[in-house]
């Protein structure tokens, strides 16, 4: 097993990314059923460029981007440098794709997707994963998203998805709500091969303590390349299933008000503490595409406070914290008692 990565690898990745980017647009344009992609190619002065689809005004997708991006220069951001301080003084290279959908119907979560790779003179890793975050939950509709990531983690090593829910958890969190973003998903990064799965900042946290326990998982190159494009094909069979399910679920004004607020929790998690938002910013990327994860309209309410045992009170209780969704008894009963479960 090599820990190197193996002859043409930026053009391999590329090229799994872009056909990533295709495969969900076309998915992604069958679902919606009436808009289509509008494609826009973009170059970065200081080196590399992309490609933007975004769908709008969409029967199904309010507003949906899929960026693929591939940039490269000579001098790395201090966010980088901080976490990976071996990659200083190295000219380096960094290709993804990522994807924000925002529905129009409350009752279909808002998604998103990262894919992707870089390399730094010696350094290099892949990172990614996908989490959902719905308004009006349901948890069947929460235990396929994360049936199939599991499905798609245990094709490389059984013990993944154990260190990446939790890491998604950890990380889709806002800090200053007290509060997870949606109800997670897969979360990983910095993976090199040197055996170590979780590389993230909270010591104290599930994900380190459970990466500790397993001990190390030897991936090699073609292992993560492949766990990327594993994770990357689960996603439509986990997200089309809950939006032909809720495509024609009847919504009120009001509850279309709870998603305008609820999206305003987005706006703050991807301004304030994304990492991704942060690097392209950093690296002078093209802000129309960075910012593309933005809805198009959100809300904030000063002192929102909602009705005992509704519908949104229950999203903040249950499913705005971390759960085991797919072996809690009592969470699938309580669900069901409150008819929520299907």
């Not at 529905?103 to 290099?124: C, S």
């Not at 897969?186 to 993230?200: A, L, N, V």
Request: proline content about 5%.
């Amino acid at each position: 097993m090599t820990n190197k990565p193996p002859h043409k690898s930026r053009e391999k990745v590329k090229e799994l990314l872009l056909n990533l980017q295709e495969n969900i647009c076309n998915g992604l344009e069958k679902l919606d059923g009436q808009e289509k992609f509008n494609r826009e190619s973009w170059i970065r002065p200081e080196g590399g460029g992309g490609i933007s689809k975004v769908l709008k005004n969409g029967l199904v997708f309010e507003q949906a981007g899929v960026n693929f991006s591939e940039v490269y220069g000579k001098q790395l951001p201090e966010s980088i440098i901080s976490q990976r301080p071996e990659a200083k003084g190295h000219e380096w290279f960094a290709t993804g794709t990522s994807m924000v959908l925002h529905p129009r119907n409350p009752f279909i979560p808002t998604v998103h997707l990262n894919y992707r790779y870089f390399e730094a003179g010696p350094v290099w890793w892949f990172g990614g994963g996908a989490d959902l975050t719905p308004f009006y939950p349901y948890l069947s509709d929460v235990k396929n998203f994360h049936k199939k990531h599991l499905d798609a983690c245990n094709k490389i090593n059984i013990n993944l998805h154990k260190v990446f829910k939790p890491w998604c958890d950890e990380y889709f969190y806002l800090k200053h709500r007290k509060e997870s973003r949606g109800i997670g998903g897969i979360f990983y990064d910095y993976q090199d091969g040197s055996g170590e799965i979780y590389k993230g900042n909270n010591q104290n946290g599930d994900a380190n303590r459970i990466s500790k326990e397993i001990g190390e998982i030897n991936l090699s190159w073609e292992d993560l390349y492949l766990l990327a494009e594993n994770c990357g094909n689960a996603f439509l069979p986990a997200y089309e299933p809950i939006v032909l399910k809720r495509i024609n679920h009847p919504y009120s004004e009001d509850e279309r008000e709870f998603q305008l607020y609820r999206r305003g929790r987005y706006v703050e998690f991807n301004l304030v503490w994304d990492r991704g938002t942060i690097f392209g910013l950093q690296t002078n990327g093209r802000t129309e595409s960075i910012l593309m994860s933005l809805p198009p309209l959100a809300r904030w309410e000063y002192g929102h406070n909602s009705i005992k045992n509704s519908r949104e009170d229950l999203l903040t209780k249950i499913f705005t914290k971390p759960q085991d969704w797919l072996n809690d008894i009592d969470l699938e009963k309580y669900c069901k008692e409150k008819n929520i479960y299907d």
